[in-house]
């Protein structure tokens, strides 16, 4: 079992840069690739970022390629998500997840633990 939190969301300007953390509690985190997922009011869950057990490899959507930066800490059970200039459109509650493979895959569906969620909000 493991158990995610996330922290760092708020409210900014656009423009403004933002760090999402995402800590995981239980044994083996490094066993797991993480990803990041978003969800814009009337909008299904997307993903934004995923890295490997290694950090080694990351991938991004395409929206946020230049932008944002996926990374981890497996010492510290930890991912990141750091977000330079953000947009009203990057406004969603963000998510990160675990999925219990090497390497990060898109689906939602592929995951087997969520975090609770931290909103992001992006004023024009």
């Known amino acids: 079992q493991v158990q995610l939190v996330e922290s760092g969301g708020g409210l900014v300007q656009a423009g403004d840069s933002l760090r999402l953390s995402c800590t995981a509690s239980?044994?083996?985190?490094?066993?797991?690739?993480m990803g990041w997922f978003r969800q814009a009011p009337g909008k299904e869950r997307e993903f934004v970022a995923g890295i490997n057990w290694s950090g080694a490899n990351t991938y991004y959507q395409d929206s946020v390629k230049g932008r944002f930066t996926i990374s981890r800490d497996n010492a510290k059970n930890t991912v990141y998500l750091q977000m330079n200039s953000l947009k009203p459109e990057d406004t969603a509650v963000y998510y990160c997840?675990?999925?219990?493979?090497?390497?990060?895959?898109?689906?939602?569906?592929?995951?087997?633990?969520w975090g609770q969620g931290t909103q992001v909000t992006v004023s024009s």
């Open positions: 239980g044994r083996r985190f490094g066993n797991y690739a």
């Open positions: 997840a675990a999925d219990r493979t090497d390497e990060p895959r898109v689906g939602q569906d592929e995951y087997d633990y």
